[in-house]
């Protein structure tokens, strides 16, 4: 039976794994848990830092927490008395009495809202950027967070660094909306899977041009293996045959190796 994230509900074997853009590393790995057997992925994980150390269902963490562990129980039920009841009765109490008098403008400019319940503190949002039209000023306005706020939780100096996120993080401590303005990939998680075979590809090839990923990707329509294994035979050729690479043109540069294949020179 196939294992699928508890928190997103996602086949593990779908799931395309977050990668940091400096290391080329994923963020997180997948989690099973101990107390339940349940998986959480490494992009909840990455979004959510919390379920590293925490189950949502168990309501338990590995590490010390000032919150009770395991799930609440309930509040206990007594039922009421009878001299309650006869109290409580709506048939016992007046009616309440009405004024005619209306509400001063001070009461409604300033209406006295309840404190807010104290909780578990919000979690910060992850926004998914759209460089046409998103930027720090916008995004500012659109959650109405400070801009050095934006600046401080994403760890970016100068504002034209944004142009290279594809996510920023939305802090909780001034948005309380707690959702995202713009919660999935705005070219789509399909454009976004194959960007990440492609990333993933330039990796395992140490091939730095994107255009000879796309290249052997789009033959074998994006398997991974396939388009590997491909780039390898053809690298293999290419030893084994070196005069006629040189004949050719080719082998003059090492991210040239490995396109005879589809450039029709094989």
């Not at 101990?34 to 590293?52: E, K, L, P, S």
């Not at 082998?251 to 029709?264: A, I, N, P």
């Amino acid at each position: 039976m196939e294992e699928s994230c508890c928190t997103c509900a996602t086949l593990l074997k779908d799931v395309l794994p977050q990668y940091d853009s400096k290391s080329e590393k994923p963020k997180a790995l997948d989690r099973r848990l101990d107390c339940c057997g349940r998986v959480i992925c490494g992009n909840c994980i990455a979004d959510n830092r919390r379920f590293a150390t925490y189950c949502p269902f168990c309501q338990v963490s590995t590490t010390p927490s000032p919150l009770p562990q395991g799930p609440r129980d309930p509040p206990s039920y007594t039922p009421p008395s009878s001299s309650s009841k006869l109290k409580s009765s709506p048939l016992s109490q007046d009616p309440p009495s009405y004024s005619d008098e209306l509400p001063s403008y001070s009461s409604l400019a300033n209406p006295h809202t309840p404190p807010p319940e104290k909780g578990q503190p919000a979690e910060d949002v992850l926004h998914f950027l759209d460089h046409q039209h998103d930027s720090m000023t916008s995004l500012s306005f659109r959650y109405n967070v400070p801009i050095a706020a934006l600046r401080k939780a994403n760890n970016i100096t100068s504002d034209h660094l944004l142009l290279a996120r594809r996510t920023v993080i939305i802090p909780a401590e001034y948005y309380k909306g707690g959702v995202s303005l713009s919660p999935r990939p705005v070219e789509g998680e399909e454009e976004e899977r194959r960007k990440g075979i492609v990333r993933r590809w330039m990796v395992a090839c140490k091939v730095s041009e994107y255009d000879v990923a796309l290249l052997y990707l789009q033959q074998v329509d994006y398997d991974l293996e396939a388009a590997v294994e491909a780039y390898k035979d053809d690298e293999r050729w290419e030893k084994e045959h070196p005069m006629e690479a040189n004949v050719k043109g080719k082998g003059k540069t090492r991210h040239g190796v490995g396109r005879r294949r589809y450039t029709g020179q094989r």
